[in-house]
């Protein structure tokens, strides 16, 4: 941290202490928003920090559940969680089943819990900066090092929504009996007409996502009803870790559907709104 060792000898507890003591002391008079920003005055004057964006709001302090701040806070989770029920996963997974049966399936868990933790670290440089996460790679690398950062991470995406494209493509051909170089063409211009909704709030775009994941949730679980997997199978999939030779190809595959580098991004700015 810039002006600070942080070693043993720096005194964090006086930050803390600071904290505390603010707290108890505006707590009768409930004005803990005031008491919250003496605390972070407080620690970035010993630490030297003055460069934080604006800080997420999340309404005043509850000891309690509330639902209203939970659902407050859902639009940005949901909207992040179609990476996991996108038409991508499902073409990967499909063709994972194809090749290696339930093989696979150590692999998707693993994959989902590491994308769960990056999301959540992807979540959190928003909440507590309130800056997202390519704002922070401008202001942090030098330009030389920006710039390929950003073509790899273009690259990523790319790679990534391949898979996307030609998953909602296949599932216009077999509805619908679409061509699947017109789906290709038709995905694209879905994207720009959800980008173009955006203008009206970001509230609305959420809105649209948790109706599509319901939509999605729902025929996944008719789907596995209809298959009637083999539990036993399943369980030795979920318990023994292998790849099988034929299936190494399918396995980066799973992991490349999973976590996408521009969930990262969004994420992080999502979670400001």
């Known amino acids: 941290m810039p002006g600070s060792q942080l070693d043993e ?23 803990m928003p005031s008491a919250t920003a003496d605390c972070l005055s407080a620690i970035e004057d ?13 309404g005043d302090h509850e ?4 639902l209203s701040k939970l659902l407050r806070f859902a639009g940005p989770g ?21 090749v290696a049966g339930y093989k696979l399936i150590w692999l998707l868990f693993l994959t989902h819990a590491l994308g769960l933790y990056i999301q959540t670290l992807s979540a959190r440089i928003g909440i507590v900066t309130g800056r997202n996460l390519a704002q922070h790679c401008h202001q942090q ?10 073509l790899i991470c273009e690259l990523a995406i790319i790679g990534s929504d391949i898979q996307e494209a030609i998953g909602t493509a296949i599932a216009l051909y077999l509805l619908f009996g679409i061509a699947v170089w017109k789906g290709i063409l038709i ?14 709030g970001a509230r609305k775009v959420e809105a649209i996502l948790i109706a599509m994941i319901a939509v999605m949730c729902g025929c996944f679980g008719v789907e596995v ?4 997997p083999d539990i036993g199978q399943i369980a030795q999939g979920f318990l023994v870790p292998r790849i099988p030779a034929n299936a190494m190809v399918q396995a980066v595959g799973i992991v490349g559907a999973v976590i996408m580098p521009h969930n990262l991004f969004l994420h992080s700015a999502l979670v400001g709104t």
């Open 46 to 58: 010993e630490f030297e920090i003055h460069d934080i964006g604006p800080l997420v709001d999340i």
């Open 9 to 31: 000898s720096t005194p964090l507890v006086t930050s803390q202490q600071q904290c505390y003591r603010a707290n108890r002391r505006n707590s009768n008079a409930n004005t």
């Open 187 to 200: 995905a694209a211009a879905l994207s720009y007409v959800i980008l173009a909704i955006q203008r009206f």
């Open 78 to 98: 949901f909207a992040m969680s179609i990476a996991y029920v996108d038409p991508g996963n499902i073409c990967s997974d499909l063709h994972c089943g194809a």
């Open 225 to 228: 009803l209809m298959a009637q």
């Open 141 to 150: 690398y030098a330009h030389g090092v920006r710039v390929p950062l950003w």
């Open 63 to 66: 000891t309690t559940f509330s």
